[in-house]
């Protein structure tokens, strides 16, 4: 099945700046999910976003974060004021045709410096 | 909140040998576990997954099996091959209210010609 794309495939950034990292989905889907992998560690969920409104979201999901479906296209995630801890790739995957299954997009390399 | 263990954390095999993975998780509602495939700089590739009403299932040289008394499964692939090295990843989708992931630790798995 067709994956989701994302821009960039890397940022890096001053820590306290702002970022934007994009989703770009291949069809119209309606579940989109953002996870976040700190270099050598573990997929973590961020959040989960349903027709256009957040559906769920984790504790790491703060203030700092939010998403967005600005064009009814792209779907992106932003951090408000990037910290070092930060750095990490960002995955945003979308379901399958059944239930339950995700499937991720290339990913966004950030870097907080 | 769920959480979901992963052992090992590093496996070598020879090629042709069998390889195993094992996960536990801790909510007896969880209902949905797959696994994933991440080679190095890449995405999570899901590769099989199973879900709560099924004890096990196969695709070509990968199964994997749950057991759902003891909450754990696992991942079997059989004749090992180079192209099988990577790092697994495990999750569980913690209950019906909920279809976020919640991922293992990974295992890095190398198989040697």
């Known amino acids: 099945e067709p994956e989701v794309t994302q821009t960039p495939s890397h940022q890096v950034t001053q820590m306290g700046q702002e970022v934007i990292l994009r989703c770009v989905p291949i069809?119209?889907?309606?579940?989109f999910y953002w996870y976040r992998q700190i270099l050598g560690q573990k997929v973590e969920f961020l959040v989960s976003f349903y027709n256009n409104e957040i559906s769920e979201k984790s504790e790491i999901f703060d203030d700092q974060f939010s998403v967005e479906r600005p064009d009814g296209s792209n779907f992106t995630l932003k951090i408000r004021s990037t910290k070092l801890e930060d750095s990490a790739m960002y995955f945003c995957?979308?379901?399958?045709?059944?239930?339950?299954?995700?499937?991720f997009g290339p990913g966004t390399r950030l870097t907080v410096t | 909140g769920e959480n979901v263990e992963q052992h090992p954390s590093t496996l070598s095999v020879q090629e042709g040998d069998s390889a195993v993975i094992k996960c536990t998780y801790s909510d007896s509602a969880s209902n949905y576990f797959p696994w994933y495939k991440q080679e190095l700089g890449k995405r999570p590739q899901l590769i099989i997954d199973?879900?709560?009403?099924?004890g096990e299932k196969k695709d070509q040289r990968i199964a994997v099996t749950l057991n759902k008394t003891a909450k754990h499964f696992s991942l079997h692939i059989t004749e090992t091959q180079p192209e099988d090295s990577a790092v697994y990843f495990c999750?569980?989708?913690?209950?019906?209210?909920?279809?976020?992931?919640?991922f293992g630790t990974g295992t890095r798995l190398q198989v040697f010609p």
């Open positions: 999750a569980a989708t913690p209950s019906h209210n909920t279809d976020k992931l919640i």
């Open positions: 069809s119209n889907h309606l579940y």
């Open positions: 995957a979308r379901t399958g045709g059944k239930s339950n299954e995700q499937y």
């Open positions: 199973i879900r709560s009403n099924v």
